[in-house]
T-cell receptor, first 115, second 110 residues
């Protein structure tokens, strides 16, 4: 199993600013992903964080808006850039420990409110 | 990726067995079926995964018919603490791009 810690757990930000969310896993993992979840809605995959290379973004998400880093097998960051109120959401980090159809572990999420 | 369809919400009384069915008509040969549970203000938590027939663990059972075009998550004797959103996922090999559907909001009533 894997325990995922996210920081910050919540934040209130001003329009136009950027915020970086950190995701730390307590063990080495193969895959790491970033999701967004609006209140009362399902999860939407933002991107796959690739170790040592550029992240793979889903349709509707771009690197300039959501730059992602993954310097090693246990750590990743997601930055929400030039925030607007529409970016207010919960951002979740997830990780998988084995290739194949295995279990995904999730952090508790980072709740961002943009004023 | 196979699309999933599940009821938006369900209500159940405490102590009853709850069955949540998920349709995935376009499931591929390599796909597994996975269910997650999410409580408010928490990330999703893995419940159970299967490929065919029946899988059972300490939390739930998963029934998958031979054609694999649907699956049913069975929760025995639910309690109030089982109130949550339950997501059915169909994943290709390597859980690349695991996509969540709408989920089923289960409300357990005392």
């Amino acid at each position: 199993s894997a325990v995922i810690s996210q920081k910050p757990s919540r934040d209130i930000c001003q329009r136009g600013t950027s915020l970086t969310i950190q995701c730390q896993v307590d063990s080495q993992v193969t895959m790491m992903f970033w999701y967004r979840q609006q209140p009362g809605q399902s999860l939407t995959l933002i991107a796959t964080a690739n170790q040592g290379s550029e992240a793979t973004y889903e349709s509707g998400f771009v690197i300039d808006k959501f730059p992602i880093s993954r310097p090693n097998l246990t750590f990743s960051t997601l930055t929400v850039s030039n925030m607007s109120p529409e970016d207010s959401s919960i951002y979740l980090c997830s990780a998988g420990t084995a290739p194949g159809n295995g279990e995904l572990f999730f952090g508790e999420g980072s709740r961002l409110t943009v004023l | 990726l196979a699309k999933t369809t599940q009821p938006i919400s369900m209500d159940s009384y405490e102590g009853q067995e709850v069955n949540i069915t998920c349709s995935h008509n376009n499931i591929a040969t390599n796909d597994y079926i996975t269910w997650y549970q999410q409580f408010p203000s928490q990330g999703p938590r893995f419940i159970i995964q299967g490929y065919k027939t029946k899988v059972t663990n300490e939390v739930a059972s998963l029934f998958i018919p031979a054609d694999r075009k649907s699956s049913t998550l069975s929760l025995p004797r639910v309690s109030l603490s089982d109130t949550a959103v339950y997501y059915c996922l169909v994943g290709d090999g390597g859980y690349q791009k695991v996509t969540f559907g709408t989920g089923t909001k289960l409300q357990v009533i005392p």
